[in-house]
T-cell receptor, first 114, second 110 residues
């Protein structure tokens, strides 16, 4: 079974631009969560989707948004990029939402904002 | 103020040594998780604890709910254990919000 895939793996943007990251979950998984990881803050929860509905959202500004499609693939969008948005963005999928220990993580997308 | 604190931040050990990583938290939790992150980003869940102790191979995780403290032990450490170890807690009545420690970077030298 293929694992969680994230595209692109690396991305360089400039301040003020917007970016869209994509996550394809493991086949059959309907829950997708997104996390931001930075050296200073560590891992932080962004949001969780299940069956195209956002179930849970972390403490991030409205510039961060996401959605999930009917095939369970998910995208997250960051508008008006800031230097502090440079991070590794991780996506995780699971069969059931809210069960952290059964999540399977993707390799992440490393975003650099210049 | 971080809800989850880990120590040490960095740890270097000789192969075969016994390793302990500590995690303290300041909020009420429904469960505590230990995660392992290898270079390249992929994260694997090692343990989920709500009380007591769990063992998996050379890894042992303990939690003391009263003291709000957990430890991850690695016995007979091996270079393949080199990774970042992250403590995370899930908080009840928050829609299953998670708070993470900043991680402990472990290097095991042959």
């Amino acid at each position: 079974k293929a694992g969680v895939t994230q595209t692109p793996r690396y991305l360089i943007k400039t301040r003020g631009q917007q970016v869209t990251l994509s996550c394809s979950p493991i086949s059959g998984h309907r829950s997708v969560s997104w996390y931001q990881q930075t050296p200073g803050q560590g891992l932080q929860f962004l949001f969780e989707y299940f069956s195209e509905t956002q179930r849970n959202k972390g403490n991030f500004p409205g510039r961060f948004s996401g959605r999930q499609f009917s095939n369970s693939r998910s995208e997250m969008n960051v508008s008006t990029l800031e230097l502090g948005d440079s991070a590794l963005y991780l996506c995780a999928s699971s069969l059931v939402p809210g069960i952290f220990d059964t999540q399977y993580f993707g390799p992440g997308t490393r975003l650099t904002v210049l | 103020k971080n809800e989850v604190e880990q120590s040490p931040q960095n740890l270097t050990a000789q192969e075969g040594e016994f390793i302990t990583i500590n995690c303290s938290y300041s909020v009420g939790i429904s469960a505590l998780h230990w995660l392992q992150q290898h270079p390249g980003g992929g994260i694997v869940s090692l343990f989920m604890l709500s009380s007591g102790k769990k063992k998996h191979g050379r890894l042992i995780a303990t939690i003391n709910i009263q003291e709000k403290h957990s430890s991850l032990h690695i016995t007979a450490s091996h270079p393949r254990d080199s990774a970042v170890y992250i403590c995370a807690v899930s908080v009840p009545n928050t829609g299953n919000q998670f708070y993470f420690g900043t991680g402990t970077s472990l290097t095991v030298i042959p």
